[in-house]
């Protein structure tokens, strides 16, 4: 996560780099165990089951804009790494991959919508 700041090339620098990942993880572990609670919990107090397309759906679209968000901010913005080790050769494809997972996941959530109010 902060290859861009402490250089990997050297033991301290590969264990702060390694914490710092290893933290940035843990977290969100942590975020993503609250939002899969927060689900359950939702799903729970529901008459009927909530449908899985919207959820799956929106799920997918959170990660691409996680992913954007990532390559605009850490990799672009603040230059804390890359998508590869080296200068930013990928970080556009990083970029476009990121919004090509952003539509995928909108097309799912959308055909998820239709077919739950027709059906």
């Given at each position: 996560?902060v290859?861009?700041?402490y250089?990997?090339?050297?033991?301290?620098?590969l264990?702060?780099n390694?914490?710092?990942?290893?933290?940035f993880s843990?977290?969100?572990?942590?975020?993503?165990?609250?939002?899969?609670?927060l689900l359950?919990?939702?799903?729970?107090r529901t008459?009927?089951?909530?449908p899985?397309r919207?959820?799956?759906?929106?799920?997918?679209?959170?990660?691409g804009?996680f992913d954007?968000?990532?390559?605009?901010v850490?990799?672009?913005l603040?230059g804390?790494h890359?998508?590869?080790?080296g200068p930013?050769?990928?970080d556009?494809?990083w970029?476009?991959?990121?919004?090509?997972?952003?539509?995928?996941?909108?097309?799912?959530?959308?055909?998820g919508?239709?077919?739950?109010?027709?059906?």
């Amino acid at each position: 996560m902060v290859s861009g700041i402490y250089p990997t090339s050297t033991v301290d620098g590969l264990r702060t780099n390694l914490l710092a990942d290893g933290l940035f993880s843990v977290a969100m572990l942590v975020v993503a165990g609250i939002g899969g609670g927060l689900l359950w919990r939702a799903e729970r107090r529901t008459a009927a089951p909530l449908p899985m397309r919207p959820i799956a759906g929106a799920a997918v679209i959170g990660l691409g804009v996680f992913d954007l968000f990532d390559v605009v901010v850490n990799h672009t913005l603040l230059g804390l790494h890359h998508a590869t080790d080296g200068p930013g050769y990928y970080d556009p494809h990083w970029a476009v991959i990121s919004l090509l997972i952003v539509a995928a996941g909108a097309y799912v959530y959308r055909t998820g919508r239709s077919e739950g109010e027709s059906g």
